[in-house]
């Protein structure tokens, strides 16, 4: 099988290296393309991948068809390609915001189409990633399709109308989540730690929380109270971050996340 990325930015980097470290396919078997062939002709070059001189080859000669580029510019780049897809072949869209039945009106409304939103995170094999496919595509075809993301972390087959809440707490939350480690990193910097040491102290005690939530199927609010003691030093750092606003400034800002990746803003 191979598989095409047209885009080889930031997500579909993620996505590769997941493939890779999975052996998911032979190297040679991705295929890739995207603006800058000096960047993209080294990537290739570097990891082993098969790179090709259009966005039409890359979706002549691959089976699955990864659109990883901005959303800006999907209609464009679908426009390129769209001569070279068939129902022979699975496009799988991860651009943000671009409903199915867009993908269907900027290609043909008989494509097996696979809408997708994964994270940054499927680099190290725990991705997140929601689907939600269009009514071509099913059977052997689709868990195909889905296979691919299985490989670089886990799934959830999501209705469409669910992508982008999906996108805020999961594909865009990778960042948020890292601006609450590098917080608490300054704040151990505050105090005389080194940011090196400040960071990997907040990293590691996110990743142990977050497993640790996970193992115990308990919810995060009776984690809280486990950790804090009767009047102890926790409850008094939990109050003071409810006055500060913790709570309503993360509502705000996946508001204001879903806002733009659905434009009403
Ligand atoms: N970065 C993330 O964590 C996530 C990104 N996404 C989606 O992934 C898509 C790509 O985002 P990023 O990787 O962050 O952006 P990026 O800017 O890092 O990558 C975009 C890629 O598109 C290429 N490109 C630009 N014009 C092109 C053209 N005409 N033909 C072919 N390639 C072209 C660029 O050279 C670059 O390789 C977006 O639609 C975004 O919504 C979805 C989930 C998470
Ligand atoms: O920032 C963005 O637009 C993309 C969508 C989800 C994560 N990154």
């Known amino acids: 099988m191979k598989i095409g990325f047209i885009g080889v930015g930031s997500m579909a980097q993620a996505i590769i290296q997941g493939l890779l470290k999975a052996e998911f396919v032979p190297a040679q078997d991705i295929l890739v393309h995207s603006a800058h062939r000096d960047h993209y002709e080294k990537y290739a070059s570097q990891y082993g991948l098969t790179p090709q001189e259009s966005n039409a080859a890359v979706a002549k000669e691959s089976d699955l068809v990864v659109l990883a580029v901005v959303p800006a510019i999907a209609a464009d780049v679908l426009a390129e ?10 496009l799988i869209s991860l651009v943000s915001g671009i409903s199915l039945d867009r993908l269907e009106e900027l290609t043909d409304y008989n494509l097996p189409i696979l809408r997708s939103l994964p994270n940054i995170n499927s680099e190290f094999g725990q991705g997140m990633t929601a689907v939600c496919a ?6 052997d075809r689709k868990a195909q399709a889905i296979s691919m993301y299985a490989a670089t972390g886990n ?7 669910q992508f982008s809440v999906f996108s805020a707490i999961s594909g865009s939350a990778v960042a948020y989540v890292d601006f609450f480690i590098d917080s608490l990193s300054r704040a151990g910097v ?11 102290i907040a990293a590691q005690t996110t990743l142990g929380s977050a497993q640790s939530l996970m193992a115990s199927k308990k ?6 109270d486990k950790v804090s003691s009767p009047g102890g030093d926790t409850i008094a750092g939990i109050l003071a971050m409810e006055e500060a606003g913790f709570l309503p400034a993360v509502i705000k800002g996946i508001d204001a996340t879903i806002a733009k990746s659905t434009g009403s803003n």
């Open 155 to 161: 799934v959830a087959e999501l209705e469409e109308s």
């Open 81 to 90: 390609i769209r001569g070279e897809l068939s129902v022979k072949k699975t």
């Open 190 to 200: 505050k105090y005389g730690f080194t940011k090196q040491q400040a960071t990997q």
């Open 219 to 224: 919810s995060p609010a009776e984690m809280i």
């Open 134 to 139: 269009n009514e071509n595509l099913k059977g």
